[in-house]
């Protein structure tokens, strides 16, 4: 069974930091892109990120392009999202995704953690 | 990278058909047939329910199917049953980027 958990969440003041983690199993981690999703209280799904199985091809979305880094460690089955620069507008529970093995859609879920950007 | 645009709202009576659009441009949903769908229940993770514009994974009931024509995706629940009324998303891949949908609610009258 395919199991995503995301950890890292929290509150963090505008102009500061947070580092996600994601930890990945039931499945070959090293074989499939990794995304991150995100979706602001009451408000629709938006995609942020996303990395090659073997972090040599990365893409963001342009709202988070410059602030945003990730990341994948393979050997920990782990997939990480690096947030600087926080702005209230980046409020919301982020998901980590597994991408199709061709990298054209995304299947399966992580329950999501709670990033909470306010002074 | 705009988001695509789907009706905010649809309603049907159970056993009625519903059809969701997802309306984009040549640069995603009409570029490419990577549209997909996914299902999100209040406080619920997302589920995918349609991927490659028209094929459904396993354990997907046969009375959600999805198309294209142009720009435009479209998502089709036949059958309409209570557990359907949910929020619906379309997702297209855009070359490097991926853009969703504003996102439908279904509700089941």
């Known amino acids: 069974e395919v199991q995503l958990v995301e950890s890292g969440g929290g509150s963090v003041q505008p102009g500061g930091s947070l580092r996600l983690s994601c930890a990945a199993s039931g499945f070959t981690f090293s074989s499939y892109w990794m995304h991150w999703v995100r979706q602001a209280p009451g408000k629709g799904l938006v995609w942020v990120s996303r990395i090659y199985t073997d972090g040599s091809r990365v893409s963001y979305a342009d709202s988070v392009e410059g602030r945003f880094t990730v990341s994948r460690d393979n050997a920990q089955n782990t997939v990480y999202l690096q947030m600087n620069s926080l702005k209230a507008d980046d409020t919301a529970v982020y998901f980590c995704?597994?991408?199709?093995?061709?990298?054209?859609?995304?299947?399966?879920w992580g329950q999501g953690t709670l990033v909470t950007v306010s002074s | 990278q705009s988001a695509l645009t789907q009706p905010r709202s649809v309603s049907g009576s159970p056993g009625q058909s519903v059809t969701i659009s997802c309306t984009g441009t040549?640069?995603?949903?009409?570029?490419?047939?990577?549209v997909s769908w996914y299902q999100q229940h209040p406080g619920k993770v997302p589920k995918l329910m349609i991927y490659d514009v028209s094929k459904r994974p396993s354990g997907v009931p046969d009375r959600f199917s999805g198309s294209k024509s142009g720009n435009t995706a479209s998502l089709t629940i036949s059958g309409l049953q209570a557990e359907d009324e949910a929020d619906y998303y379309c997702?297209?891949?855009?070359?490097?980027?991926?853009?969703f949908g504003t996102g439908t609610e279904v509700t089941v009258l």
């Open positions: 997702c297209s891949f855009a070359g490097s980027p991926y853009v």
């Open positions: 040549s640069s995603d949903v009409g570029g490419y047939n990577y």
């Open positions: 995704v597994r991408g199709d093995v061709r990298g054209y859609f995304v299947d399966n």
